[in-house]
C-alpha cells in the first residue's frame, strides 16, 4: 500500500468524496470518525477507523501515529454560539496539527477566511489558518468557495426553490462568487498529496475567470431542472430577520441553523471570487465540471436520492 494518509471530516460532505480521491491513487487510509455518526458508506474503500472527534486527544493521536499525511477536513460550518466555531475550527486544528509536527498537513479552510471581519466562522477559520503558519513541518491550507454537489444538504434548499421555478439571492449588486463541485474539491485535495505545493494558503474553485453571478446560478439551475427558472433578489433586511430568529432559536436550545446575522454579512459581501490560481498551476489542476455540468450532476443525484 502507498503512504498513510490520516483524514477527519470523513462522514461530512467533503469527506467520503475525499477518501473515494485517495483511495483510487492507492494510498492507506485512517479515518476519525465520530461516536456519534454513521460509519461513512464508502464502497470498495478499505481505511482504518478511528473513533472519535477533534476534542479527544487520545483518538487524534491513534488518528495521526505513522501518518505521513493529514488532511484536515472536518469543521462547523454552524453553532448555536459564536465561541464554538473557535473550539472547533481554531483550537481543534491547533490540537490536532501539535500532534503531527513533521507529517504534511493539509488544512481545507475556506474563502471566507480571507474576510474574518465578516463572522465568527470567518474568524476562526482564519485562526487555524495561522496555526498552519506556525508549524515547523510541511503544511498548506487550501482556501474552498461555495462548495456543492451529490450528498450536500445546504444547497439543497436552493434547488428545492428554483424547482419551483424561483432562485433566491442576495439583492447586492453585482455580487460574483466562485463555486466548485464537490468531486472537483476531493480530486485537488489528492493531488495536493501526490504532488505537494510550498507552505502557504491557496485558493480553489472550477476555474471560471471572475466567477459567476447568482443569475449564472439560476439559469445553470434551470438548465438542470428542465424548467424556466427566475433569479430573485431577497433584501437585506429579510435575511436579517430570519437571522435573528435563528439566533432566538439558539439562545432557547434549538439545533444550529447556517443562516446567522454573520451569515448574512457573508452573504452581502460582492466578491467572493477567487483571486490566486498558484495552487491549480502547480497541480496542473482542471476541474471536471464546470456549473452546468455541475448543477446537472448534483439534480441528478438529488432525484435518485429522493431528496427533489
Same mark, same amino acid.
Given at each position: 500500500? #502507498?503512504?498513510?494518509?490520516?483524514?477527519?471530516?470523513?462522514?461530512?460532505?467533503?469527506?467520503?468524496?475525499?477518501?473515494?480521491?485517495?483511495?483510487?491513487?492507492?494510498?492507506?487510509?485512517?479515518?476519525?470518525?465520530?461516536?456519534?455518526?454513521?460509519?461513512?458508506?464508502?464502497?470498495?474503500?478499505?481505511?482504518?477507523?478511528?473513533?472519535?472527534?477533534?476534542?479527544?486527544?487520545?483518538?487524534?493521536?491513534?488518528?495521526?501515529?505513522?501518518?505521513?499525511?493529514?488532511?484536515?477536513?472536518?469543521?462547523?460550518?454552524?453553532?448555536?454560539?459564536?465561541?464554538?466555531?473557535?473550539?472547533?475550527?481554531?483550537?481543534?486544528?491547533?490540537?490536532?496539527?501539535?500532534?503531527?509536527?513533521?507529517?504534511?498537513?493539509?488544512?481545507?479552510?475556506?474563502?471566507?477566511?480571507?474576510?474574518?471581519?465578516?463572522?465568527?466562522?470567518? /474568524?476562526?477559520?482564519?485562526?487555524? /489558518?495561522?496555526?498552519?503558519?506556525?508549524?515547523?513541518?510541511?503544511?498548506?491550507?487550501?482556501?474552498?468557495?461555495?462548495?456543492?454537489?451529490?450528498?450536500?444538504?445546504?444547497?439543497?434548499?436552493?434547488?428545492?426553490?428554483?424547482?419551483? #421555478?424561483?432562485?433566491?439571492?442576495?439583492?447586492?449588486?453585482?455580487?460574483?462568487?466562485?463555486?466548485?463541485?464537490?468531486?472537483?474539491?476531493?480530486?485537488?485535495?489528492?493531488?495536493?498529496?501526490?504532488?505537494?505545493?510550498?507552505?502557504?494558503?491557496?485558493?480553489?474553485?472550477?476555474?471560471?475567470?471572475?466567477?459567476?453571478?447568482?443569475?449564472?446560478?439560476?439559469?445553470?439551475?434551470?438548465?438542470?431542472?428542465?424548467?424556466?427558472?427566475?433569479?430573485?433578489?431577497?433584501?437585506?433586511?429579510?435575511?436579517?430577520?430570519?437571522?435573528?430568529?435563528?439566533? =432566538?432559536?439558539?439562545?432557547? #436550545? #434549538?439545533?444550529?441553523?447556517?443562516?446567522?446575522?454573520?451569515?448574512?454579512? /457573508?452573504?452581502?459581501?460582492?466578491?467572493?471570487?477567487?483571486?490566486?490560481?498558484?495552487?491549480?498551476?502547480?497541480?496542473?489542476?482542471?476541474?471536471?465540471?464546470?456549473? /452546468?455540468?455541475?448543477?446537472?450532476?448534483?439534480?441528478?443525484?438529488?432525484?435518485?436520492?429522493?431528496? =427533489?
Amino acid at each position: 500500500m #502507498g503512504r498513510l494518509v490520516a483524514v477527519t471530516g470523513a462522514t461530512g460532505f467533503v469527506g467520503p468524496h475525499l477518501v473515494s480521491a485517495l483511495a483510487r491513487r492507492g494510498f492507506s487510509l485512517r479515518l476519525l470518525v465520530r461516536r456519534w455518526s454513521p460509519m461513512p458508506s464508502l464502497p470498495n474503500v478499505e481505511a482504518e477507523i478511528v473513533l472519535g472527534d477533534l476534542a479527544d486527544e487520545a483518538a487524534l493521536h491513534r488518528l495521526v501515529d505513522g501518518a505521513d499525511v493529514v488532511i484536515h477536513a472536518a469543521g462547523l460550518i454552524k453553532a448555536r454560539a459564536s465561541a464554538d466555531f473557535m473550539a472547533v475550527n481554531r483550537d481543534g486544528t491547533a490540537r490536532l496539527s501539535a500532534l503531527a509536527p513533521e507529517a504534511r498537513f493539509i488544512l481545507l479552510s475556506s474563502l471566507a477566511a480571507r474576510e474574518p471581519q465578516l463572522s465568527a466562522y470567518a /474568524e476562526s477559520k482564519r485562526a487555524a /489558518e495561522q496555526v498552519m503558519a506556525g508549524r515547523t513541518g510541511p503544511w498548506l491550507a487550501v482556501r474552498a468557495p461555495a462548495v456543492y454537489g451529490p450528498g450536500d444538504r445546504e444547497t439543497l434548499t436552493y434547488f428545492r426553490a428554483a424547482a419551483r #421555478g424561483l432562485a433566491p439571492r442576495p439583492r447586492v449588486d453585482g455580487a460574483r462568487l466562485a463555486l466548485i463541485h464537490v468531486e472537483d474539491l476531493a480530486a485537488a485535495l489528492a493531488a495536493a498529496v501526490e504532488h505537494p505545493p510550498s507552505n502557504s494558503v491557496y485558493e480553489i474553485d472550477d476555474g471560471r475567470e471572475q466567477g459567476y453571478g447568482y443569475d449564472d446560478m439560476a439559469a445553470a439551475a434551470g438548465a438542470a431542472l428542465g424548467r424556466a427558472v427566475r433569479s430573485v433578489p431577497v433584501p437585506r433586511v429579510a435575511m436579517e430577520i430570519v437571522g435573528c430568529a435563528n439566533g =432566538l432559536r439558539h439562545a432557547l #436550545g #434549538g439545533a444550529a441553523q447556517i443562516l446567522t446575522r454573520s451569515k448574512v454579512r /457573508e452573504l452581502f459581501h460582492s466578491d467572493w471570487t477567487v483571486r490566486d490560481r498558484r495552487l491549480a498551476k502547480a497541480l496542473d489542476f482542471e476541474a471536471r465540471y464546470d456549473l /452546468e455540468a455541475g448543477f446537472r450532476d448534483t439534480v441528478l443525484w438529488y432525484r435518485r436520492q429522493g431528496w =427533489l
